[in-house]
């Protein structure tokens, strides 16, 4: 198995494979840390699992082994020969060439419901989940492995020092769970930064009702823009926005919060609460 790290060197000497830093490339050598993936996933024999940058086929062997179907989607062209060799035993694998953020999941899957599990890049870990998370793909959960404090951040609570956007974007979604902290030794090569598993899963329907999904997303980045910034200040000097302070004041007045709190303080629910009143 190729999470073995004496098979991975072995392999990447027989394939003569250079790791490419556009495409972010650590390979997950830790057959622990691979199993708590599995079960953090929930991963059974009826699950159809799309993994995202297999890469060498380390995790896709295991998740071959545990799912019923697996579609593993790799950006890297150098990588896809290696692929079909290395999981030729599974049949049970389909292994497509592309973009993730390009490709159309639905239609890949001919809409049967996914978990999404994943060791992701950290230079694009945000925007693909983001792109999961807004494009209503249809998952059950999202299971990856990022930078651990991206991992924090994702589950953080208002008034932490980790709480911000991404926890407020993650939470509208889904409801995240860390599953593991993982060493920079779990790698090749090893990452600079320790990692960590989180588990998403998906909301049926979001924990609060809002009238416009996209307009809340744009009052809370504009709250999280400069953080040293009162949130009424951060939505006024928002360029997307135009909302006065005083409009901003009466709103916060109306939901029951101080004029001088910071975007770091509301919960969802309170953004929420606060997007209905000033979309209006």
């Given at each position: 198995m190729l999470s073995n790290p004496r098979v991975t060197i072995d392999a990447i000497k027989k394939y003569n494979f250079?790791?490419?830093?556009?495409?972010?490339?650590?390979?997950?050598?830790?057959?622990?840390v691979i199993g708590k993936i599995i079960a953090a996933a929930e991963i059974t024999k009826e699950d159809t699992v799309l993994?995202?940058?297999?890469?060498?086929?380390?995790?896709?062997?295991?998740?071959?082994?545990n799912a019923g179907k697996v579609y593993a989607v790799e950006i890297d062209k150098k990588l896809i020969?290696?692929?079909?060799?290395?999981?030729?035993?599974?049949?049970?694998?389909?292994?497509?060439?592309?973009?993730?953020?390009?490709?159309?999941?639905g239609a890949l899957t001919e809409g049967r419901k996914l978990k999404i599990v994943a060791n992701l890049p950290y230079y694009i870990t945000t925007p693909i989940i983001?792109?999961?998370?807004?494009?209503?793909?249809?998952?059950?959960?999202?299971?990856?492995?990022?930078?651990?404090?991206?991992?924090?951040?994702?589950?953080?609570?208002?008034?932490?020092?980790?709480?911000?956007?991404?926890?407020l974007a993650v939470q509208y979604y889904s409801e995240?769970?860390?599953?593991?902290?993982?060493?920079?030794?779990?790698?090749?090569?090893?990452?600079?930064?320790?990692s960590a598993v989180i588990r998403m899963k998906i909301?049926?329907?979001?924990?609060?009702?809002v009238k416009d999904e996209k307009f809340m997303f744009k009052l809370i980045k504009a709250s999280f823009g400069e953080?040293?910034?009162?949130?009424?200040?951060?939505i006024y000097n928002f360029p997307e926005l135009d909302i006065s302070k005083e409009a901003v004041a009466d709103a916060l007045?109306?939901?029951?919060?101080?004029?001088r709190i910071r975007g770091e303080k509301l919960t969802l629910e309170e953004f929420a609460r606060l997007s209905d009143i000033l979309g209006r």
């Amino acid at each position: 198995m190729l999470s073995n790290p004496r098979v991975t060197i072995d392999a990447i000497k027989k394939y003569n494979f250079t790791f490419q830093k556009k495409f972010g490339q650590n390979f997950l050598i830790d057959d622990h840390v691979i199993g708590k993936i599995i079960a953090a996933a929930e991963i059974t024999k009826e699950d159809t699992v799309l993994e995202i940058g297999p890469g060498m086929g380390n995790l896709t062997q295991h998740l071959a082994e545990n799912a019923g179907k697996v579609y593993a989607v790799e950006i890297d062209k150098k990588l896809i020969p290696i692929l079909h060799e290395t999981l030729s035993s599974y049949e049970n694998v389909e292994i497509i060439e592309g973009d993730i953020l390009k490709t159309d999941i639905g239609a890949l899957t001919e809409g049967r419901k996914l978990k999404i599990v994943a060791n992701l890049p950290y230079y694009i870990t945000t925007p693909i989940i983001m792109s999961l998370l807004e494009g209503h793909v249809p998952a059950e959960s999202i299971t990856v492995m990022v930078q651990k404090e991206v991992a924090e951040r994702m589950a953080a609570g208002p008034g932490t020092k980790d709480y911000g956007a991404i926890s407020l974007a993650v939470q509208y979604y889904s409801e995240p769970y860390l599953a593991a902290n993982v060493p920079p030794n779990c790698f090749i090569p090893r990452p600079v930064v320790g990692s960590a598993v989180i588990r998403m899963k998906i909301h049926e329907k979001p924990p609060v009702q809002v009238k416009d999904e996209k307009f809340m997303f744009k009052l809370i980045k504009a709250s999280f823009g400069e953080r040293r910034k009162t949130l009424q200040n951060g939505i006024y000097n928002f360029p997307e926005l135009d909302i006065s302070k005083e409009a901003v004041a009466d709103a916060l007045n109306k939901v029951g919060l101080d004029e001088r709190i910071r975007g770091e303080k509301l919960t969802l629910e309170e953004f929420a609460r606060l997007s209905d009143i000033l979309g209006r």
